[in-house]
């Protein structure tokens, strides 16, 4: 597979490119998005006070819940898109509820979709079965149009009909799978109930998976057993697909449609390389102009070079939502990532991380519940290293409670400092 010049950039190239694109952008959206030109007014900023990336944190992000209350007072979108209504091609919704507006090119919200079905192996004349919902939400939408770009074959599945699905991948030789992975692994399951080897049966290769958490074991299953490689994607419904793995699967290449920043939630500040914060998007999108959008998921990234030959920078993974974290010197702790930092320690059966302060420090406990007796020293310093490496804070110390101490509906990070 021949990569776009795009996606080979080098970095100074690409940081040349994005400045452009956010300088375009906010000049663009200031002028003709009356909700940035408010935005922007209301804390003194001018177009020309953002000349880089890097100048977007003069702007405040815009939640997704200041969205539903924009749209709700300036509707339909809320003053975010730059053409009448009447010029767009669709228009779809998301949770909130929220308007999606769809311009003109089908490829705009697509873009990404096309680099990230290319990662994933796509070959022309694929036929790839679509089990995004096509009803209201958008992005089953964006899937097809990728496809048509690709010279591939859409089976509008859509959601349910497992059994009708199953049969409908048997006869028609389907190649590669796009939905959720529980839906992927619904589907295999009920292939397996009728009496079907997906191996053998099935001409099943890849899918691409997103819209949801893709847990390690599930990833095992779908792979080993049934022998579908898997590539994730992430993106959201009012800003597309923003990344995508390559076959290396080390992170989510992001697309060069759209601004990624990783940013402190608290503050709205700028993170460097490898620090945990929100993902904040700006896009490039001439008609719907959403300038720092917070995601409320949280993520780092990296731009250590991929083996794929791709120079974009990447995701390294979605750590959760930013509302379950607890920040703990300076960096934020997620029960998710201290579960994955756990999960090699079949010995563990309950966990609680416990932040507290002594003198003006934070500290960090773990409390663990244990399945068998385990030399504590030893186990104790294993864990520690793998809560580092994973969460990149360091515990102070582990301490071992008895079975049932920790409440089963008690927090898995706790947050004890009182701040006095
Ligand atoms: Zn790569």
């Not at 539903?68 to 010029?87: C, E, R």
């Not at 048509?148 to 190649?175: A, F, R, S």
């Not at 007796?373 to 310093?381: A, C, G, H, L, R």
């Amino acid at each position: 597979m021949s990569l776009g010049k795009a996606e080979t950039l080098s970095l100074l190239e690409r940081q040349q490119l994005i400045d452009r694109a956010v300088r375009g952008a906010v000049e663009h959206a200031y002028h003709h998005a009356p909700a940035v030109r408010e935005k922007m007014d209301r804390v003194g900023v001018s177009p020309s006070d953002i000349q880089t990336a890097r100048d977007l944190e003069k702007l405040p992000v815009t939640t997704k819940d200041e969205l539903v209350s924009l749209q709700k007072a300036n509707p339909p979108f809320g003053g975010f898109v730059t053409i009448p209504v009447s010029k767009l091609r669709k228009i779809c919704t998301s949770p909130g509820p929220i308007f999606e507006p769809e311009a003109g090119d089908p490829l705009e919200r697509a873009a990404v979709v096309v680099k990230g079905l290319a990662a994933a192996g796509f070959t022309a004349g694929d036929i790839i079965l679509n089990t995004f919902s096509y009803h209201l939400v958008p992005p089953a939408h964006w899937i097809d149009e990728a496809v048509k770009v690709l010279g591939g074959v859409v089976v509008p599945g859509g959601t349910g009909n497992t059994e009708l699905q199953v049969e409908i991948m048997k006869e028609l030789g389907v190649n590669a799978f796009v939905g959720t992975p529980s839906f992927l692994y619904a589907l295999l399951q009920k292939a397996e109930d009728r009496g079907y080897d997906v191996r053998r049966d099935f001409r099943l290769r890849w899918a691409f998976l997103g819209a949801e958490m893709y847990p390690p074991s599930l990833r095992h299953i779908l792979e080993d057993k049934y022998g579908v490689d898997t590539l994730e994607n992430y993106g959201t419904a009012d800003l597309g697909v923003l990344a995508y793995q390559c076959t290396e699967k080390a992170g989510l290449h992001i697309g060069e449609e759209n601004l990624l920043e990783i940013v402190d939630p608290a503050t709205g500040r700028q993170l460097g390389l490898g620090e945990m914060g929100e993902v904040v998007v700006t896009t490039f999108s001439p008609t719907y102009c959403l300038i720092r959008f917070g995601t409320g998921d949280l993520s780092l990234i990296t731009d250590e070079p991929c083996a794929c030959g791709r120079t974009s920078p990447r995701l390294v993974r979605i750590a959760g939502r930013v509302g379950d974290a607890v920040k703990v010197r300076g960096m934020f702790l997620h029960p998710k990532e201290v579960a994955d930092a756990l999960a090699p320690f079949p010995q563990v059966a309950a966990f609680q991380a416990v932040v507290g302060r002594q003198g003006q420090r934070d500290s960090l406990t773990l409390r663990l519940e244990l399945r068998e007796e385990v030399s504590q020293e030893d186990f104790s310093s294993e864990v520690l290293k793998n809560i580092q490496e994973r969460c990149r804070v360091r515990a102070d110390m582990v301490e071992f409670v008895p079975a049932g101490t920790i409440p089963e509906a008690d927090k898995r990070v706790k947050d004890t400092r009182t701040w006095e």
